[in-house]
C-alpha cells in the first residue's frame, strides 16, 4: 500500500502527491508516480495536466476536475496524518509486521 508523505522541504510536493491521486481516480497512479519522480526538477514550471498527459491519464478534463476538489486533498492529509501517529518523519519507509525499513527496500525483499 503506498502512502503519501509529501516533505515541506520540497515545495511541490503535496500537490504532487494530489496530483496522483487524481491520476489513481482513473487507475494510473503508478504511471503518474513514475512520472513526477523523473520530472521532479520540473515540477511547480510544468502543468501538472502536462504531467499526466505523460502518464497515460484517460481524461484531462476528469484530471482536471479531480484537482479542483477535495476529495484527493484530503486523502493525502489523511496519510500524513497517520504517517505522524506512527511517528514517520522521513522518505521513503517500509512498515510491515512491525519492522521498521528505512529507504528504498532492497529489490529482493520486492
Not at 500500500?1 to 510536493?13: D, I
Not at 491521486?21 to 513526477?36: N, R, Y
Amino acid at each position: 500500500v503506498y502512502r503519501h508523505l509529501p516533505l515541506a522541504n520540497h515545495l511541490a510536493a503535496r500537490d504532487a502527491a494530489i496530483a496522483s491521486e487524481c491520476a489513481a481516480q482513473q487507475g494510473v497512479f503508478e504511471s503518474m508516480h513514475t512520472e513526477l519522480f523523473s520530472a521532479q526538477q520540473d515540477l511547480g514550471d510544468v502543468q501538472w495536466d502536462t504531467l499526466a498527459a505523460r502518464a497515460g491519464v484517460g481524461s484531462i478534463v476528469e484530471f482536471n476536475a479531480s484537482l479542483a476538489s477535495d476529495e484527493p486533498r484530503t486523502r493525502v492529509i489523511q496519510d500524513e496524518v497517520a504517517a505522524a501517529s506512527f511517528g514517520v518523519r522521513v522518505t521513503p519507509i517500509v512498515l510491515a509486521g512491525g519492522l521498521r525499513m528505512l529507504g528504498s527496500p532492497p529489490e529482493a525483499l520486492l
